[in-house]
């Protein structure tokens, strides 16, 4: 029944934590954070997935713009770990937005499922992300020939659990609620912005977090999904 799937990218498809743990550590060896007093590359990666992931957190329930993140994110780690971010002349943001999207890792069977799915359905990406590196993530990973349209915030004028934006996403996609699914790990932007307009949904949660309303399948890894459709 299901014609049009909708995938979410980050967290979903492409593996985010490994992908931003690399640049974390190619950061804290090229500017020497150990000499200004990070205790490891680890340390400081743990940190940074904390506060990245709060502040997407607050951009998905529109506390904060887009520009918020980049300015705050690392001054954050560095006041959680204790260190004057004054010491470290670079501007780690910038690097780090030069190196994340050149990532390439995707999570475990990704690109096995992708591969099934194509030529049965219609694949979409609908993702809060900036637009231009959400591209080049793709083309990293070698993902992008499987997706037909990338909505991303900025083209949808909307967010994510807007229900705006899985309407916009339909629209351009010439497809209904009833012939469309959403797949995505984030329960609040994801599922439950997608069951706003009547999509069933897919949870993406291999951490098996326990929600109240449920979405239509709830799965731990990728050959569930293959099982299903
Ligand atoms: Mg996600």
Known sequence: ?????????????????????????????????????????????????????????????????????RQHRFPMVFQALGIDASVIGADLNAEYLKLLPCKSHLLDSALELLDYLQGRYT???????????????????????????????????????????????????????AESLMIGDNYEADILGAKSVNLDTVFYNPLAIVVDDKPTYDIRHWKELMAIL
């Open 1 to 69: 029944m299901y014609k049009h799937l909708f995938f979410d990218l980050d967290h979903t498809l492409w593996d985010f934590d490994r992908n931003s743990s690399e640049c974390i550590t190619e950061l804290f060896d090229t500017f020497g954070l150990a000499d200004a007093g990070v205790a490891s590359a680890d340390e400081f990666s743990r940190h940074f997935i904390t506060i990245n992931r709060k502040l997407w957190g607050d951009y998905d329930k529109n506390l904060i713009e887009h520009s918020y993140i």
């Open 123 to 177: 694949l979409h990406i609908i993702t809060n992300g900036f637009a231009e590196i959400q591209a080049t993530k793709m083309d990293s990973a070698g993902i992008s020939h499987y997706f037909t349209n990338v909505i991303t915030s900025e083209t949808a004028n909307a967010k994510k659990p807007d229900p705006l934006v899985f309407t916009y996403a339909m629209q351009i996609s010439g497809t209904t609620a």
